[in-house]
C-alpha cells in the first residue's frame, strides 16, 4: 500500500502542525527547524528508511540521526505517524516530567531513537561510529545479513563545532559510503544569519574530506526530488554530503527565515496564521485518524517485508555463537578462563597489564572493537591478532582514530548503540577533557563503552604539568552510571577488564605509565574495595588507596608497624562499585569507628565520603622524573606514615 499525492502533502502538514502546537503548548522548544524538514522527514520515514515500527531494535534496519537534536519534535511527530508508540497525549507532554516526548531525543527512552543528541555535532559523529559498526560487521558476517545505511541531519551548529571536523575527516578517510548526511542549509543561528560567524564553503571543506557531496539546492518542499537524492546517495562508495537549502520556519507568513523561529514558540496566533497558510484545521494537535491509520498501515507493511525477507536469508548468521555474543556485548561461553595472573611482587604498568587481558580474550569477544589517538603503543590496546580496519579492510578490529580524541569517544558511542560492537577507546588520561561530552552521552545512553586511559598521574613525569592528569579522576566519577576503575596492580586490571566485560552500561579504566608492584589478588574489583592486608591486631588506622598508591600504603603500613600502629590497607579501584555494596560488606572493609587515611595521586575532592583525611595533589604537576614529582609532592611511604600517626594520635 503507498500513500497517495493527498496523503503525502496532509502528512507534511501534520509534521510541522505538531512542530508548532507542541512548542507552544510546552512554551518550550524549536518549532522552525521541525516545520522546515518534515518534508524530508516524512520522504525519510515513508519511502526511504528500511525500518520496522513493530521491531525498532531489528539489528539491519537504517539508523536515523536527529545530529540537531533540539529539533526532537520532528522526529517525535513522525515516530508518532509511523506507528512507533507514540500517540498524541505523549506530543501534548512533549518536554513535561517524565514524558516520552523530551526536550532532546534520548536513546533508550523513546522507541525509534537511536541516539542521544542535542549537544551539538555528537549525533553527528555517532552516526560516524554507526557506519564502521554497519561496515565491520557487513563484511565480517556478510551484506545478507547486515547492509543497511545511516541516515543523519546536521545543521549549521553542528558543522561549526569541531568534533564534525574530526569525524568528517575520519569518516571520508575510511570511505564510508553506508553514511548518508543531510545538511539543513537554513542560514540560521539562535543570534541571526550564519553569515554573521561563518563563511566556510561547506561542499568544498567536505570534498577535502573525501566525501561525495552533491549541492540540492532550494528543494526542500519537493518530496520526488529529495526521495531520488537520498536514494542516489546509496550508489557512492564514499559518505554522502547532501546541502539542502532549507527555510527555518516555513510556511510560516510572520518568521520564516528569521532566527526567531530557531527557538522561540510561536504565539497561539503565529500558529494559527500558518495553518490558515497551510489549509489544515485552527486546531492543536490535529491529526486526522484516516491518515494516522494509513500512514501506519505503510510504513509497517514496507517494514514487515523488509523484516521478513532479512529473517529468512540471515537465519543461520544470528544464530551463530559468534553474532549471539557480539550483539549481546559480551564473550563467547569461557571467555574469561584464560585470564592472566600475576605472582605478587612483580612490576607490571597497568597499561602493560590491560594488553595482556586483552590479548588473552580477544578471541572469544567477537563484538570486540579497539582502537587509539595516534597512540597503539602506549595504550596497552592494541590487537595484535587482527589488521586494522581501513576502506580496503573493513573486517579489521583496530581502528586507527588519529589525533582525534573527541570524534574517537563520539563514534564510540555510535558504535555501542548501533549494536554488535563492543568498543574500546585509548588515549592519555589528561586527554579525557577533549572526549568529556561524550563521555556523559555514553552514561546518559547507558553505551556499553571501555574508555581507557594510560599515563593517569604526576608519575607521568618529565612531560610536566600539561600532561600531569590531576582532576580528571574526580571529574569522572561525578559522572552518573559511569563505572569508573582505578586498578592498584596488574591483577587488578585483569579483574577489571573481565568486570568491565561483564557490566552494562559505560566504563572507564586509569591506568599507570609507570611499573607498579603488584601487591593484590584482584578481588577488589568485584565490590569496588577489598582488604589487600592488616598489621597484627585490631587496626588503628586505614590506609585506603587506588592505583599505584596502594603499593605506597602497603611499604608505609610496614613502617607503621614497626612503630606500633596496626594499620589496614584497603585498595579502593572503584568509588561508585563499593558505594552500591550494603552496608555490612562496607562495614568488613571500612570497619566502623577507625579513622580512615585516603591516599591518591589526585584531587582530594570528594575523598571525605570515605576517609577523615586525605593526602592527594591539590595543584597542578611538574616537569621532572615521575618518582621524583611524585615524592616531592608527597606521595610517598614516609609522608603517610607521618599522617596516619597524626590522625590516630587525633
Same mark, same amino acid.
Given at each position: ?540 588506622? %586505614? #590506609?585506603?588507596?587506588? $592505583?599505584?598508591?596502594? =603499593?605506597?600504603? +602497603?611499604?608505609? *603500613?610496614? !613502617? /607503621? ?67 621524583? %614529582? #611524585?615524592?616531592?609532592? $608527597?606521595?610517598?611511604? =614516609?609522608?603517610? +606514615?607521618?599522617? *596516619?600517626? !597524626? /590522625?590516630?594520635?587525633?
Amino acid at each position: 500500500m503507498s500513500l497517495t499525492a493527498e496523503q503525502d502533502s496532509l502528512a507534511v502538514s501534520l509534521i510541522r502542525g505538531m512542530s508548532m502546537d507542541a512548542p507552544l503548548a510546552a512554551n518550550s522548544g524549536h518549532q522552525g527547524t521541525g516545520m522546515a524538514l518534515a518534508p524530508l522527514a516524512h520522504v525519510l520515514y515513508s519511502r526511504v528508511l528500511r525500518h520496522d515500527p513493530a521491531d525498532p531494535t531489528w539489528p539491519d534496519r537504517d539508523r536515523f540521526v536527529l545530529s540537531n537534536g533540539h529539533a526532537s519534535i520532528l522526529q517525535y511527530s513522525t515516530l508518532f505517524l509511523s506507528g512507533y508508540g507514540l500517540e498524541l497525549d505523549d506530543l501534548r507532554a512533549f518536554r513535561q516530567w517524565e514524558s516520552a516526548t523530551p526536550g532532546h531525543p534520548e536513546a533508550g527512552h523513546t522507541a525509534g531513537v537511536e541516539v542521544t543528541t542535542g549537544p551539538l555535532g555528537q549525533g553527528f559523529a555517532n552516526a560516524v561510529g554507526m557506519a564502521v559498526a554497519e561496515a565491520n560487521q557487513r563484511a565480517r558476517f556478510g551484506a545478507d545479513v547486515v547492509d543497511h545505511y545511516t541516515y543523519v541531519v546536521a545543521g549549521d551548529g553542528c558543522l561549526m563545532e569541531g568534533i564534525s571536523h574530526e569525524a568528517a575527516d575520519l569518516a571520508g578517510h575510511l570511505g564510508l559510503g553506508h553514511l548518508i548526511c543531510v545538511f539543513d542549509d537554513n542560514l540560521i543561528t539562535i543570534d541571526g544569519r550564519t553569515d554573521i560567524t561563518t563563511s566556510s564553503d561547506m561542499a568544498a571543506r567536505f570534498r577535502a574530506y573525501g566525501w561525495d557531496v552533491v549541492e540540492l539546492g532550494d528543494v526542500a518542499d519537493d518530496l520526488d526530488v529529495l526521495e531520488a537524492a537520498l536514494l542516489a546517495a546509496k550508489s557512492t562508495d564514499q559518505p554522502s554530503l547532501l546541502i539542502l537549502r532549507t527555510h527555518i520556519g516555513r510556511p510560516s507568513p510572520d518568521h520564516e527565515d528569521t532566527h526567531g523561529a530557531h527557538g522561540n514558540p510561536f504565539s497561539a496566533d503565529d500558529v494559527s496564521r500558518t495553518k490558515e497558510v497551510m489549509g489544515i484545521p485552527d486546531e492543536p494537535f490535529w491529526a486526522p485518524a484516516d491518515l494516522v491509520a494509513a500512514y501506519r498501515s505503510h510504513t509497517a507493511e514496507r517494514g514487515a517485508a523488509a523484516h521478513a525477507d532479512w529473517t529468512e536469508r540471515s537465519g543461520a548468521v544470528t544464530s551463530s555463537p559468534d553474532w549471539v555474543a557480539a550483539w549481546a556485548g559480551t564473550g563467547l561461553d569461557g571467555w574469561d578462563a584464560d585470564l592472566p595472573t600475576y605472582d605478587l611482587g612483580d612490576s607490571v604498568a597497568t597499561r602493560k597489564a590491560i594488553q595482556a587481558a586483552i590479548d588473552a580474550t580477544y578471541a572469544n569477544l567477537p563484538g570486540l572493537m579497539s582502537g587509539s589517538a595516534d597512540l597503539k603503543g602506549s595504550n596497552g590496546v592494541a590487537l595484535s591478532a587482527s589488521h586494522p580496519f581501513t576502506s580496503d579492510a573493513p573486517d579489521g578490529r583496530y581502528l586507527h582514530y588519529g589525533v582525534r580524541e573527541h570524534a574517537m569517544g563520539a563514534a564510540a558511542v555510535g558504535m555501542a548503540l548501533h549494536g554488535g560492537v563492543l568498543p574500546v577507546t585509548a588515549t592519555f588520561f589528561v586527554f579525557a577533557d577533549y572526549m568529556r561530552p561524550p563521555i556523559r552521552l555514553s552514561s546518559l545512553s547507558g553505551a556499553k563503552v571501555c574508555f581507557v586511559f594510560t599515563h593517569d598521574s604526576v608519575g607521568v613525569g618529565e612531560d610536566g604539568p600539561t600532561h600531569q592528569p590531576v582532576e580528571q579522576l574526580a571529574s569522572l566519577r561525578a559522572i552518573p552510571g559511569l563505572h569508573v576503575v582505578r586498578p592498584a596492580d596488574a591483577n587488578e586490571t585483569v579483574q577489571a577488564w573481565a568486570d568491565i566485560i561483564r557490566h552494562e552500561g559505560p566504563s572507564a579504566l586509569i591506568l599507570s605509565r609507570q611499573n607498579i608492584p603488584v601487591t593484590t589478588d584482584g578481588s577488589a574489583v568485584a565490590t569496588g574495595a577489598g582488604v589487600v592486608g592488616d598489621s597484627p591486631g585490631d587496626p588503628a588506622v %586505614v #590506609l585506603l588507596a587506588t $592505583g599505584s598508591e596502594v =603499593a605506597v600504603c +602497603v611499604d608505609a *603500613a610496614a !613502617a /607503621l608497624a614497626g612503630r606500633g600502629v596496626a594499620a589496614r590497607v584497603v585498595s579502593m579501584p572503584s568509588w561508585d562499585r563499593f558505594v552500591a555494596q550494603d552496608v555490612a560488606t562496607k562495614a568488613t572493609i571500612l570497619p566502623p569507628g577507625v579513622p580512615v587515611l585516603s591516599v591518591e595521586a589526585g584531587t582530594t575532592f570528594g575523598w571525605a565520603t570515605f576517609a577523615d583525611d586525605s593526602i592527594g595533589i591539590d595543584r597542578f604537576g611538574a616537569s621532572a622524573p615521575g618518582e621524583l %614529582v #611524585l615524592d616531592k609532592l $608527597g606521595i610517598n611511604a =614516609a609522608n603517610v +606514615v607521618e599522617r *596516619a600517626v !597524626a /590522625l590516630v594520635a587525633g
